[in-house]
């Protein structure tokens, strides 16, 4: 893997006025860098074992079970968990050892989306270009799906996942306390609470919580089901985290410049909910630089982490270059 | 212990005219039947134990803990936590050591049923006597105090409860099962869609799932965290079983008969969303010779399961006539 020199999708072009908050409605420049290419095979691995998924163990929970793979199976580019075995390629064991924690990590995800997009919360109607949860099995069975992804990721890890027992003790501790209130739950509230003059360090934590945690999980979590922690895995971690802070910015800039068919969801959803982004807080030209730098630390600390990192190369290049 | 051979609070004389679904409106008999008494002073144990617990890290989330601790610290008579308590009794085990297992079980069921009033499902208003967590918080962050609960019950477990890894895995493992698909969510999934013509099997299996599988757990839990499976604990896996459904008919036959006030949250709940219940099902007569028969079953499996088996079987006295 080579890092292209690649530039984000809208920062190609120095934006001019750009004053932070002020230009949300800047016209984004045209893309001129190409995306870089996706671990497009295991993202097909990944689709396969979660489409071999299975919950329910009687016919009357069935159409729970509908509503959760409707949600799970709805495609998407399976980041967490393609991150989760190019992490584990990076340790040097064979990654299929690692699709339960990897799956789980996705039905977790994917939870989170299906809450997100409740009446209540985002009120979005489509994701991944498909009617949300709720608009196609009602609100009372989306919530209840959200709930089931939760205990069901939980299940396959502890039930499914080899490992040492206190190697998946200290993986799955890591898990829930990534989507808990000190992790992506917690960065949901701040999402719901938050006012629109939020300053930059609030956004920063917001977005930690909200998605960063759970990124930095898909990779950490991989370190602690392995009986790796410490030294052995503190680039990865810091590869984890920058690559988090990356994927927000970058997905803060499409939700203002991307177009809605490639995304498969709402634009500018953010905007209607006169919520905080980095796009809001700093503007597009200094979140194309945000995303660049942070982009530079990513890589920077995967040159530490070994000699297998190729495929966590391709990731955070594509997380840079990508487009929806 | 003794069994005060009381008698279930509704069916203390015969009703006449009780033809299954059509005497949902038979005026309930007037219990004659005395409340027995409440292990008050392990339910003592864990309000302090969950008085005492703190879930945000800092302070910008620190609104979400307040709406996750104003639920769970309404009330109630915390059943659940307390089996477990009386559990680890049974097994010879100092209480105070299960106290995080103990709680985590109640966050699991605070979180049921924080999720169960929403709107989308059963809209209630009131809980414990208070407001419930949406009408005092608003939707959006209830349907997030209920998500952390979840989460923040397994952090708890997981970081505090002591146990050898293999054991811990196994009672967390158990717990999840509980909650999810094949358990309580599935449960309150067939709540959510069940018709009111749903037959007498239909009724008990959404009941096991719904609330059976959590109040098993409770039991099974504290066997399995203390390395103990298979024939130790099958008596009392058997009592928790019969405890479970004698729970549910008993809250279905106060739904009808009970008072708002002494239960804290409105009635006739299932009535008013057309829901089969124990009641609806097999009438008020015959819904307590029930109850009486699953308290008996009930107390037959603690016979055989040891010595230390009273508070347990004051559980299951108190089931069998609370009022409240």
Redesign the interface.
């Known amino acids: 893997m080579t890092d292209r020199g690649t530039r984000p999708p809208v920062a190609a072009e120095p934006l001019t006025g750009s004053t932070g908050a002020g230009d949300r409605s800047a016209p984004a420049a045209a893309p001129t860098s190409t995306e870089a290419t996706y671990p497009t095979e295991i993202q097909a691995e990944v689709d396969l074992f979660l489409a071999g998924l299975a919950?329910?163990?009687?016919g009357?929970?069935r159409?729970?079970?509908e509503a959760?793979r409707y949600s799970l199976l709805a495609g998407g580019k399976r980041i967490r968990p393609v991150l989760s075995l190019a992490t584990a390629e990076a340790l040097g064991r064979d990654p299929q050892e690692l699709l339960p924690l990897a799956g789980a990590i996705e039905l977790v995800h994917t939870y989170s989306l299906i809450?997100d997009d409740?009446p209540?919360?985002d009120d979005d109607d489509l994701r991944r270009g498909r009617p949300t949860c709720h608009v196609a099995y009602?609100?009372?069975?989306a919530?209840?799906a959200?709930?089931?992804l939760?205990?069901?990721a939980?299940?396959l890890v502890?039930?499914r996942q080899d490992g040492?027992?206190?190697h998946?003790?200290a993986c799955?501790?890591e898990l829930?306390?990534a989507?808990?209130?000190?992790?992506m739950?917690?960065g949901?509230?701040?999402d719901?609470?938050a006012s629109a003059d939020l300053d930059a360090a609030?956004v920063r934590?917001l977005q930690e919580?909200k998605t960063g945690r759970l990124i930095c999980a898909s990779v950490d979590c991989v370190g602690l089901v392995s009986g790796l922690s410490g030294p052995d895995t503190m680039a990865l971690s810091r590869f984890a985290t920058e690559l988090g802070t990356l994927f927000q910015i970058v997905d803060d800039i499409l939700d203002v410049t991307g177009d809605e068919v490639s995304l498969g969801k709402r634009l500018r959803s953010d905007e209607r909910h006169g919520k905080p982004t980095y796009v809001t807080t700093f503007g597009l030209e200094r979140s194309g630089d945000l995303a660049e730098k942070h982009h530079r630390r990513a890589r920077a600390a995967l040159a530490e982490a070994g000699e297998r990192t190729g495929t966590l190369e391709q990731i955070a290049d594509y997380i840079l270059t990508r487009r929806r």
């Open positions: 919950f329910a163990s009687e009357t929970t159409g729970l079970e959760m809450h409740l209540a919360m009602g609100e009372d069975v919530i209840l959200g709930d089931g939760f205990a069901e939980l299940r502890l039930e040492r027992p206190e998946l003790l799955v501790r829930v306390a989507a808990g209130v000190n992790g739950v917690g949901q509230y701040l719901v609470t609030g934590r919580l």
